[in-house]
């Protein structure tokens, strides 16, 4: 017995060794993807040494001979820290997704090569000036020289992540950053959805549409017909079918790119410089989508926000000019309604008469499966789509297909060339001409000199027929020439406000112009909450310093919440004696007590928005369920607008408030209470029965996951980041919800970067990312950034060469290969 003792504990002792050092062997060859910010590399593709300074937080500052070698430089830096998110942005727009990760991502494979976003990419590089070309080769040959130094040093594949998931890494091409700039555009673009939404309400009859999607207030929108009307063969379908799709980037049109920015003149300034802030938001992942840089170009530093795998900073400051950047929710998608050929699939029906497709087959090969081939179709309008994506088969006649028509498909699209521009341009008058380019993602830019500010839309607006059936709103008939698009709105018809009387530039992804049809931007927005809280807090002051734009990009005051509660609650505040202890209507007064002193302030530390939004977020559900049925799940997200419709009985909405099911007829007010009695039953069930110890960061924690390993067991712990936040949907400091699942209130997106720009003191300009400079899990720059990204705090950037050297935490020195 003692001898089989003893054996054991040496198997045990073995197997235990044998973990420790595969453990550590492990460790060794990731560790080895780790750059060495000190080391010199003799790289091809450079005409002069170059420098790249690193900050303590893994800011590189780049100092070259000439822009192509800081551009070079900059690729290279991207291709350190960010190498794996990099070739699965690129794979994700090639829809090559499956060759890694397998059957799991073929969705989204189908729908990226049916949009063929990476071939109207490719056709782009020619379209770019010469210097953006200039700039796109240098950066692609920067990338590929850091590939080659992984390549042939064995530097641990770039990235721990290779070691998971064996991609090849292909040389990096310019037009492969053309290609990720089309992706910010899907990120950015909700209207395919919208339309897909409104459509399928329409098919309800009875006016839903015009409620539970109101149009925002001060609106001239024409009313066209009912879907029905114009597709009578398309059924009733109120079923939801799962169209989830792993790694798209088309988030749902609740959590498309949004983003703050704002200026104040210097006149509004206390220092007596221009003040600019802006935070762009994006879908919260690990890491951020944002890396800071510096770079030293022929026009002068410039400094603020990159994407890796694009050269440019897309927002940031110079020495006398700064800009920021907001999706402009330009109505830039309109899906049509291609009728086909009974006798012959293969054509479609044009103004002309029928004509075939434009087809192709491409194959989509995937891990460990069989490969796929698809087909793909084009008509005169765009690439045709899977009916099983965006719900597109329940607005569907039968007999068609549907097409889609998108700014973001131009193949001479010249956005970086824009971009390019507008980084070096130096005043607002040149920024605006910079702009004349930009095609998708629209955005809008404020922008700041020294002494003046302004805003400008950049971005292809599609021109269409005063005559189109649907004003963009619906998906339209292809056949009809009234509903194609007839080219893009003139540049200098976009809309502008330079040097605006009041010294104030702002954007929200808010309404900015009322325009009718044809000429209009959009009829679907972002909010109307967030720019009535920036207007106030702009007004509040007649100067502002940089301390308060940071307080106003760290606002967590929710206008809507001070604007729902007075309204739903009216009948329910202080009625009746106080009820018995551990009732649920004890629980309701204490609730509605709490409530009717809260300021609206959705601060992570109080239990007041948490009851708020369960409120909320219970009493929509209530309100529509009924109504609409299985289609209530695409309204997971909270609309003030609606509610407040209904609850005014605006055009008679308080009929939603009736249970069509029932005999009684109920009030709004009897939906409020009953309501309230669910969320808190929710509540109470996840939190215990003291209302007092609740806490919105509890249930409102930020969810930067990494997208792959962040689903792995044990490894979740390491790569996630995880911290509760304050803020909600429709504050300033907006950290968006999920809407739906387990943790509806969990925070999903939000502002990846924050940066505020001070021209009375350019180098008191600080900034901020959610996440770290690093993507590479075993660094320290991997997380570091995230702490004071959730307390509100900034790192300071300057442009001073001889600061940035004086405070290096390390230099990598670029040195010319001999021949």
Not at 119 to 135: E, F, L, M, N
Not at 432 to 439: I, N, P, T
Not at 551 to 565: E, F, G, K, N
Not at 738 to 767: H, K, L, N, Q, T
């Amino acid at each position: 017995m003692f001898t089989l003792f003893r054996w054991l504990v040496r198997l045990i002792a073995g197997l235990l060794a044998l973990i420790v050092l595969a453990g550590v062997a492990i460790w060794y060859f990731a560790a080895r993807s780790l750059p060495d910010y000190n080391a010199t590399y003799s790289v091809g593709g450079i005409s002069a040494p170059v420098e790249i300074v690193r900050s303590t937080e893994d800011v590189p500052h780049i100092f070259g001979a000439n822009d192509e070698d800081a551009y070079f430089a900059l690729g290279l830096a991207h291709a350190q820290d960010r190498l794996w998110q990099m070739t699965v942005l690129r794979r994700t727009v090639q829809g090559r997704l499956s060759e890694v990760f397998g059957a799991s991502t073929l969705r989204t494979d189908e729908l990226m090569r049916r949009l063929d976003l990476y071939g109207a990419a490719v056709k782009s590089v020619a379209a770019q000036d010469a210097p953006t070309r200039a700039a796109l080769e240098a950066y692609a040959r920067g990338v590929n020289a850091w590939i080659e130094q992984v390549n042939s040093k064995a530097l641990g594949r770039g990235a721990p992540e290779f070691f998971v998931f064996d991609a090849p890494i292909a040389y990096w091409t310019p037009a492969d950053s053309i290609a990720i700039q089309k992706l910010l555009a899907a990120e950015s673009s909700p209207a395919l959805q919208n339309e897909v939404l409104r459509a399928r309400i329409s098919l309800l009859g009875q006016g839903w549409v015009n409620d539970i999607l109101p149009d925002m207030p001060g609106q001239s929108v024409p009313k066209g017909p009912e879907y029905g009307a114009i597709f009578p063969t398309v059924p009733k379908q109120m079923t939801i079918e799962d169209t989830e799709a792993p790694m798209s980037p088309f988030p749902s049109p609740a959590l498309t790119a949004r983003a703050n920015a704002f200026a104040a003149a210097a006149r509004r300034s206390a220092a007596g410089g221009t003040l600019l802030a802006n935070d762009p938001q994006m879908g919260f992942t690990t890491p951020s989508w944002w890396y800071l840089a510096r770079l030293q170009l022929k026009s002068g530093g410039v400094i603020g926000a990159t994407i890796p795998g694009i050269p440019f900073i897309l927002t940031g400051r110079s020495e006398t000019f700064g800009w920021g950047i907001a999706p402009a929710y330009v109505d830039d998608q309109d899906l049509h309604v291609e009728e086909l050929n009974p006798s012959d699939p293969t054509q479609y029906r044009t103004p002309g008469g029928w004509k075939p497709f434009e087809t192709r087959r491409t194959i989509i090969e995937v891990k460990d499966a069989q490969p796929v081939t698809i087909t793909l179709r084009w008509s005169d309008n765009g690439p045709v789509l899977p009916p099983s994506h965006f719900n597109l088969a329940a607005v569907t006649p039968p007999g068609a297909v549907m097409s889609l028509s998108w700014t973001a498909l131009s193949e001479s699209d010249t956005t970086l060339s824009a971009m390019r521009a507008l980084m070096q341009a130096g005043s607002i008058d040149a920024a605006v001409k910079a702009g004349a380019g930009w095609v998708a993602p629209a955005m809008d830019v404020v922008l700041g000199d020294q002494k003046s500010v302004g805003r400008v839309t950049m971005g292809a607006i599609p021109r269409r027929d005063p005559r189109n059936v649907t004003f963009g709103r619906m998906p339209s008939p292809g056949w009809l020439p009234e509903d194609r698009w007839q080219g893009t709105l003139p540049y200098d018809d976009t809309p502008r406000d330079l040097s605006p009387q009041d010294g104030v530039a702002m954007a929200t992804d808010a309404m900015t112009v009322n325009r009718s049809f044809p000429g209009h931007v959009s009829y679907d927005w972002g909010d109307s909450q967030r720019i009535q809280r920036l207007s106030r807090l702009m007004g509040e002051r007649e100067v502002h310093s940089r301390e308060s734009f940071m307080s106003i990009q760290l606002d967590t005051v929710s206008q809507a919440a001070r604007s729902l509660l007075p309204l739903v609650g009216k009948d329910l505040w202080y009625t009746g004696a106080p009820a018995p202890e551990g009732t649920p209507e004890r629980m309701r007064q204490q609730a509605l007590g709490l409530l009717a002193a809260w300021d609206g302030d959705m601060n992570e530390h109080l239990p007041e928005p948490l009851i708020y939004a369960a409120w909320m977020k219970a009493l929509q559900n209530r309100i529509i369920r009924d109504e609409l049925g299985p289609l209530a799940s695409e309204f997971d997200h909270l609309d003030p607008l609606f509610i407040e419709r209904v609850f005014r009985n605006t055009d008679g909405a308080a009929r939603w408030c009736d249970v069509l099911q029932s005999a009684p007829v109920e009030t709004c007010t009897d939906m409020a209470r009953m309501a309230l009695d669910d969320a808190l039953m929710q509540l109470k069930a996840k939190y215990g029965p003291d209302l007092q110890s609740w806490r919105w960061g509890d249930a409102h924690e930020a969810r930067q996951d990494h997208p792959l390993l962040g689903r792995a067991a044990f490894l979740n712990w390491f790569v996630n980041i995880r911290q509760s936040v304050s803020g909600g949907d429709f504050t300033l400091a907006r950290n968006a919800t999920a809407g739906d699942g387990a943790d509806p209130f969990a925070a999903v997106a939000g502002a990846g970067y924050r940066g505020v720009y001070d021209f009375a003191d350019p180098d008191s300009s600080v900034f901020i990312t959610a996440t770290g400079q690093s993507g590479n899990p075993l660094s320290g720059h991997y997380d570091d950034l995230a702490g004071l990204w959730r307390r509100g705090e900034y790192i300071p950037m300057s442009l001073d060469p001889e600061l940035a050297h004086a405070a290096a935490a390390g230099i990598t020195r670029l040195e010319p290969a001999t021949p």
